[in-house]
């Protein structure tokens, strides 16, 4: 049996192209709380969808009680659009995991897609020790 746990929320809408979730990674913390990572995809300006290009431009966080019934909780954890980086293309695949109460994220980036095949072209792997701790007690 295959259920949406979640669709996009009114803050990533069909109407302003943004195109639907992707990546998710889910973890239970030490208190029993369900949470799940993902990238939202647009589709960018001039591309012709479904044949366009989307991209994956946010990462999103929304929690759950069962794993089956989840509240987005933050939107555009990191987003990309900063020129000259390697997040100006896509950001994107986020991965957590709980270690001592404190979540822990790794993602990928893709800088300017203009340069693909250039030796400035950039990809690069973000970390963060993420704002949200987890309660022990």
């Known amino acids: ?21 992707s990546t998710p990674n889910a973890l239970i913390d030490s208190n029993g709380t369900f949470h799940l990572f993902y990238d939202i995809a647009v589709d960018p ?12 431009v946010a990462l999103a966080h929304a929690t759950s009680t069962d794993g089956k019934h989840f509240t987005e909780v933050e939107h555009d954890i990191f987003t ?8 100006q293309w896509e950001v994107r695949s986020p991965s957590v995991i709980e270690e001592d109460g404190q979540l822990k994220m790794w993602f990928a980036g893709t800088g300017d897609i203009t340069k693909i095949f250039q030796p400035d072209f950039l990809f690069g792997l973000g970390y963060a020790e993420y704002g949200f701790v987890c309660d022990n007690e």
């Open 45 to 56: 300006p001039g591309s012709d969808w479904p044949d366009g290009e989307w991209r994956q």
């Open 80 to 87: 990309a659009g900063e020129a000259g980086t390697w997040l």
């Open 1 to 21: 049996k295959r259920d949406a746990v979640m669709v996009q929320s009114e803050h990533y809408p069909v109407q302003q192209d943004y195109r639907g979730l």
